[in-house]
């Protein structure tokens, strides 16, 4: 894709999405009724907790306003791809130009596989210059691989970079 625009990627939990409610409401579901966490957190009951991440949603906005391509790359399962994009697109009002998300049944930690799905956008030409999340062992493991990508690390409804 040559002259296509930068890209900016962005996780969704943590960074567009405040998911505090819903790990809340998981953790004491999983353990009343003897769940699975991960089943229970990514349940379509519980998705409706989420509320939009203030800062993560005005970083989404200006990099689409100031030209940049936005992904999204989150360790959600590929059978929320509709909900995250309509999520996405509820919370910032910007449709991303891809969106990447775990194979059904990847039981992988977080680290493995985002920076396995940012491999697989840059495999499909994005030119990511930037890459939001919420989990400094992600952000480790990208700096590791891909240590030309500038990281930043969102805590709260604030990020710095990392």
Do not use: C
């Not at 625009?5 to 939990?13: H, I, Q």
């Not at 567009?16 to 966490?37: K, T």
């Not at 005005?58 to 030209?67: C, F, Q, S």
């Amino acid at each position: 894709m040559p002259n296509e625009p930068l890209t900016k990627a962005f996780d969704v939990d943590g960074v567009i999405a405040d998911v505090s409610q819903r790990l809340a409401a998981a953790r004491e579901l999983a353990e009343y009724y003897g769940h699975d966490f991960w089943e229970v957190f990514f349940s379509n009951e519980l998705l409706s907790l989420d509320k939009p991440r203030h800062a993560g949603v005005k970083l989404v906005r200006d990099a689409h306003i100031e030209g940049f391509r936005v992904i999204i790359i989150t360790g959600r399962p590929n059978r929320l791809r509709d909900f995250t994009l309509k999520q996405v697109i509820s919370y910032t009002g910007v449709k991303p130009d891809a969106i990447y998300l775990r194979r059904g049944r990847d039981r992988r930690s977080a680290k493995v596989v985002k920076a396995e799905l940012l491999g697989k956008a840059l495999r499909d030409g994005f030119e990511v210059i930037e890459y939001h999340d919420d989990s400094e062992d992600v952000l480790r493991e990208i700096k590791a691989k891909y240590p030309w990508i500038t990281l930043f690390l969102h805590v709260g409804d604030t990020f710095q970079k990392y």
